[in-house]
């Protein structure tokens, strides 16, 4: 039982290039999100998916895009990368966006953007 | 405009003393109020949760309180141990967008206990 695996653990990016965070459940859970943590700035909810082929906008999600194409997986997209972009990214999943269902989270992605 | 407010941002406690971290509340809509805990280099996980309905709710060493009028909650930790060193984070979910905008989070305590 894997829960959720991202990848990669770690990466630094030159400011302008473009990468994929990806992340993927075996859950089968219908709820997936992605966070960034900054330090002193808590987690903050980039996109989030309610379901295949719905995907919505969170708190800060300007410079990412997301895609959900199946249930298990929810891959977080850096368009172009920013200094500003530098943090620690966190995907989390949830039998269901309703309720009380708790949230699962990966061991996150390091991401360096110089 | 954050949503959750959280407290102390740090907390330092003797080995066998009582931890409490607060959060306070702003939307009326919110009806899910977990705890995550989560250790250097990995992911939060969720260590307890309540409900608005009931004022606490304890597991183990653990224990939320629920102040609805307030507008507050706390985590205890009883007879606090290393081990539980960690970083809490308050949070709370069931906002305008009824759940499905994820969680808001508090901004975290980083949580030391001393042997």
């Known amino acids: 039982n894997a829960g959720v695996t991202q990848t990669p653990k770690f990466q630094v990016l030159k400011t302008g290039q473009s990468m994929t965070l990806q992340c993927a459940q075996d859950?089968?859970?219908?709820?997936m999100s992605w966070y960034r943590q900054d330090p002193g700035m808590g987690l903050r909810l980039i996109h989030y998916?309610?379901?295949?082929?719905?995907?919505d906008q969170g708190e800060v999600p300007n410079g990412y895009n997301v895609s959900r194409s199946t249930t298990e997986d929810f891959p977080l997209r850096l368009l172009s990368a920013a200094p500003s972009q530098t943090s620690v990214y966190f995907c989390?999943?949830?039998?269901?966006?309703?309720?009380?269902?708790?949230?699962?989270f990966g061991s996150g992605t390091r991401l360096t953007v110089v | 405009q954050q949503q959750v407010k959280q407290s102390p941002q740090s907390l330092i406690v003797q080995k066998g003393g009582i931890s409490i971290i607060n959060c306070a509340y702003e939307?009326?809509?919110?009806?899910?109020f977990p705890w995550y805990q989560q250790f250097p280099g990995k992911g939060p996980a969720l260590l307890i949760a309540?409900?608005?309905?009931?004022s606490e709710k304890k597991e183990g060493r653990f224990t939320i309180s629920f102040n609805k009028s307030a507008k507050q909650f706390s985590l205890h930790i009883m007879d606090s141990q290393p081990g539980d060193s960690a970083t809490y984070f308050c949070?709370?979910?069931?906002?305008?967008?009824?759940?499905?905008?994820?969680?808001?989070f508090g901004k975290g305590t980083h949580l030391i206990i001393q042997p």
């Open positions: 859950m089968n859970h219908e709820y």
């Open positions: 998916s309610v379901g295949a082929g719905i995907t």
């Open positions: 989390a999943s949830s039998y269901s966006w309703t309720g009380t269902s708790g949230y699962t």
């Open positions: 949070a709370a979910k069931g906002g305008s967008g009824g759940g499905a905008d994820g969680l808001t």
């Open positions: 309540i409900r608005p309905d009931v």
């Open positions: 939307n009326t809509a919110f009806d899910y």
